[in-house]
């Protein structure tokens, strides 16, 4: 059981990070400030250590901040997130939309006092955005992409959706993840960057399937390259029903439990089809929580889920009349 990380709640900034040779414009995103004790809830010291590993000072403004925590069964997953990075430095995250593997990448980034890099393959992202350019005329001017900064300054290099990847990216990832720990800039000239000392790797990656478009599998370089696979899944989903989801959504909306019971089981529901490709969309418990917050306000769970759950699964008639007719079922039972 997790809380998504909401676009809203992040404030993009752009700073500067520079050393004697190098300056690099970084645009990254940083947590508003929640208050929770994280530390208490996890151990991750004996793996990933935050006393152990120094960045500049312009590097610590990558560190996510105040993330929310992160609840399991019992999969202890940030703790075996940070066992992987410590034993091998890179692993991989499988699972649907909405079952927080960004998230717990930026709680482990926050936990271990590591920077964080961030991109999405599903977007048409250049080449020259991710491993670097020249600016001007001649070459006085280069600035580093987002790969190569990571590959200097260390910290945790997050691909999301990596399955979308393109080819060539995953090809010149390759040198930096295997005993060579290093990447070729051939657009400086051949530069060889050696991968920094505390520098971490992530991917993340829906399952591959028809209602993923545009996934497709991992090469099979890159897939040698990650030595551990943990799988992440809806706590709620078909008949099994979580009480500690119910208890999430009762918690911080203050529903009844008969509504939050309601949610849950059509989250649950929707989950199972989105999961067999019946639905194009499954929420995630932050969008059950939207929803409740709704209902929280002397709205009805029918009334506030047209404006949140229903809308949100799709712009099709059709398939809002489909999800409607599950709210109404459950509802009414």
């Not at 991989?92 to 709680?107: F, N, Q």
């Not at 090469?219 to 500690?244: H, P, Q, T």
Request: net charge neutral.
């Amino acid at each position: 059981m997790h809380e998504e990380i909401s676009p809203r709640t992040k404030e993009t900034i752009t700073s500067k990070v520079v050393d004697q040779k190098y300056s690099v414009n970084v645009t990254f995103s940083k947590m508003k400030r929640n208050t929770h004790a994280l530390s208490k809830n996890y151990d991750i010291k004996k793996y990933l250590d935050p006393t152990k590993f120094t960045f500049n000072p312009e590097m610590m403004e990558l560190i996510p901040k105040d993330t929310p925590p992160y609840l399991d069964n019992g999969e202890k997953y940030v703790e075996r997130i940070a066992r992987a990075l410590s034993f091998f430095r890179q692993c991989a995250l499988i699972g649907p939309s909405g079952t927080g593997k960004t998230h717990i990448v930026y709680l482990v980034a926050e936990l271990a006092g590591l920077p964080m890099w961030e991109i999405n393959c599903g977007l048409q992202t250049s080449v020259f955005d991710l491993f670097g350019r020249y600016i001007g005329l001649g070459k006085e001017n280069w600035i580093d992409g987002l790969i190569t900064s990571w590959c200097r300054y260390g910290g945790i290099l997050y691909l999301d959706e990596a399955n979308m990847m393109k080819q060539d990216i995953a090809t010149r990832l390759n040198p930096i993840l295997d005993q060579r720990g290093h990447m070729v800039l051939t657009e400086k000239d051949n530069e060889i960057i050696q991968r920094h000392k505390d520098a971490f790797l992530i991917i993340s990656m829906n399952p591959v399937s028809s209602e993923f478009a545009g996934t497709k599998p991992i090469n099979a370089a890159m897939r040698r390259r990650m030595s551990v696979w943990l799988n992440f899944d809806y706590m709620s989903v078909g008949n099994k029903i979580d009480e500690k989801e119910v208890a999430l959504v009762i918690g911080k909306t203050g529903v009844s439990k008969k509504d939050a019971e309601i949610i849950i089981k059509v989250g649950a529901e929707l989950r199972r089809q989105y999961k067999s490709g019946e639905l194009p969309y499954g929420p995630s418990i932050g969008d059950l929580l939207n929803w409740a917050k709704l209902v929280s306000d002397n709205s009805t769970v029918k009334i506030a889920a047209e404006e949140t759950i229903i809308a949100l699964t799709s712009d099709d008639p059709e398939v809002q009349s489909i999800v409607r007719k599950i709210i109404h079922k459950i509802a009414d039972a």
